[in-house]
């Protein structure tokens, strides 16, 4: 769920960041950081506080837990995105508009397949991130939506070594078969795209 | 199909290290007619590019209007105004091979298969691409690379074909082979384009017309013919070929002195007898002579280049004059400290205003 949303949002940022001129340009990419940087449980309260009273009540949802993954992790994909874009030639862009392309057509057709590799880095990244988490995401659990992280961290608390070591395992392996499933996607459809059919 | 030009008024200012405007072009009134491959002439930095990235529609014009035909494309985005450029640096689709490069253009505005597949081959035989239909672009050479723009342009069978220095990234051998190609191509698919290049012989060996800019204002249009022979200023006539520039009085209608040696000159502009003007004459209408000639002179600096040799001569009263004499190898060449004659071809002089 945070993994498509991050990586997509990060790449468009990026997009925005090194394309397009406009007010405002450099705070948003310094601001894409900023969640990055602020330590986890820091995060994490200030999202308790900002989201416990109206108008949005978000405390103890599956929601409010996304929405931290995304902005913490978003900036990594934002990153990456940009260094790639940053080697393509803006030229390769005004050909596809030239050609009848519209901005729209000419991300999905031409700037996405091309920055694919970065796009994977980003996607991969915001899921192993998301999957361990732990300082952020602890005050934002609930009985309802619990993590993985924090249900290690409950059991080595009660001395049940043995059930934490098992759940750890189960991170471990969901991890590496969702990195090898994302790079699979990623390559499948960045080789659709190839073909271009519209 | 294809469409006249017309460029009005035409200004362009970009925003300054400091914040103020910076004007890029300046006023500029071109009209283009239908068919046509005009190109625009200049040292870097001229405006000329610029020009050519508001007829494409990617900057925006401070003001002034462009008008494809009728129509003012000034509000058309670049992907509405059916001009296809050509870019210096290839920009060919490298996910894409080349088929699905000259097929991108094609597929957009959702044309049916077998016409795409028709219209393709048919451009990729044109352009002697079509065994690569199947490469990749990082499997070709540079020249293959710009064919493939090229070829993806020209399938689109624009109203507006633009070339933004197309060939400077090639080596000299494949630019001259290119530049025939795709004035033999625009001939025949007669769209009418405009041509950036910062190379003068490109420039008269492929235009029909020559735009010659300098510092963001149009300083001479013309046909390579034109501007070459009767060049309108000292910039133009130094841009275009080698040139000398010698200080001449007028003493008639038809007649100036240098040094003390009168020369006619053809079309002359009114002017009084006794004025100062300044004139060119072109290196290779000097006749240089062992024994006899109007003008008398020492040689100074000799350049063998194969075709012509270069000589830099100091002509008595009269300054430092280049001249070339063609076909050098046939004879011995002047030597260093040689004294020698040189005399203009007739009406050779033209006079800047």
Redesign the interface.
């Known amino acids: 769920m945070t993994t498509p949303i991050s990586g997509l949002l990060g790449m468009l940022v990026a997009f925005l960041v090194v394309r397009r001129n406009f007010p405002g340009r450099t705070a948003l990419e310094f601001g894409s950081i900023l969640s990055f940087a602020v330590p986890g449980t820091v995060v994490g309260i200030g999202y308790i506080m900002a989201f416990n009273a109206p108008p949005l009540v978000l405390t103890g949802t599956l929601a409010i837990l996304v929405a931290c993954f995304v902005f913490r992790y978003v900036p990594v994909g934002i990153q990456s995105g940009i260094a790639v874009l940053r080697q393509i030639d803006p030229a390769i862009e005004e050909a596809a508009q030239n050609l009848g392309a519209t901005g729209l057509t000419t991300f999905r057709k031409i700037t996405l397949p091309l920055i694919a590799p970065a796009f994977f880095s980003g996607l991969v990244y915001a899921f192993v991130r998301a999957m361990t988490a732990i300082s952020a995401a602890i005050f934002l659990v609930s009985a309802n939506w619990n993590l993985m992280t924090v249900q290690i961290l409950n059991q080595v608390g009660s001395g049940r070594l043995g059930v934490a070591a098992a759940f750890s395992v189960v991170v471990i392996a969901i991890v590496l078969v969702a990195i090898v499933i994302i790079s699979r996607l990623v390559n499948r459809w960045s080789r659709h795209t190839a073909m271009v059919r519209f | 199909m294809t469409d006249n030009i017309r460029i009005v008024g035409l200004n362009k200012a970009f925003a300054g290290p400091d914040g103020s405007p910076v004007a890029a072009v300046r006023d500029i009134n071109l009209e283009i007619g239908p068919g046509r491959l005009v190109t625009l002439l200049g040292p870097s930095g001229c405006g000329k590019t610029t020009l050519l990235r508001m007829i494409?529609g990617?900057e925006e014009p401070t003001s002034g209007d462009i008008f494809f035909g009728d129509r003012r494309m000034n509000d058309e985005?670049?992907?509405?105004r059916d001009?296809?450029?050509v870019?210096?640096?290839y920009?060919?689709?490298?996910?894409?091979d080349v088929f699905?490069n000259v097929?991108?253009?094609l597929?957009?505005?959702?044309l049916d298969r077998e016409e795409i597949e028709r219209r393709v081959e048919k451009v990729l035989e044109q352009t002697g691409l079509a065994s690569y239909a199947r490469r990749s672009p990082s499997q070709l050479s540079g020249g293959q690379q710009q064919r493939v723009?090229l070829a993806?342009?020209i399938v689109?069978e624009p109203r507006v074909l633009l070339f933004d220095e197309p060939l400077s990234n090639l080596d000299a051998k494949l630019r001259e082979q290119m530049r025939v190609e795709i004035r033999e191509l625009q001939q025949r698919v007669g769209i009418t384009s405009i041509y950036v290049t910062h190379d003068q012989v490109e420039a008269m060996s492929i235009s029909d017309e020559i735009v010659v800019m300098n510092a963001g204002v149009v300083e001479q249009v013309g046909t390579p013919h034109t501007i070459y022979a009767r060049p309108s200023s000292r910039f133009v006539a130094d841009f275009i070929g080698k040139a000398n520039f010698l200080a001449t009085t007028v003493v008639d209608g038809e007649t100036v002195e240098i040094a003390g040696v009168r020369l006619p000159v053809a079309g002359m502009p009114a002017r009084r007898p006794g004025e100062a003007v300044s004139a060119v004459l072109r290196p290779e209408a000097i006749h240089l002579s062992p024994d006899s000639g109007l003008f008398k002179g020492i040689v100074r600096r000799v350049m063998f280049l194969g075709n012509i040799a270069e000589y830099l001569i100091e002509v008595e009263g009269a300054g430092q004059w280049i001249v070339d004499s063609a076909n050098p190898a046939e004879a011995p060449l002047h030597q260093l400290g040689e004294a020698v004659f040189l005399t203009p071809s007739r009406h050779a002089l033209h006079l800047l205003p």
């Open positions: 494409a990617f985005p670049p992907n509405r001009t296809a450029m870019f210096q640096s920009a060919v689709f490298p996910h894409l699905e097929a991108f253009g597929r957009l505005r959702k723009a993806r342009c689109m």
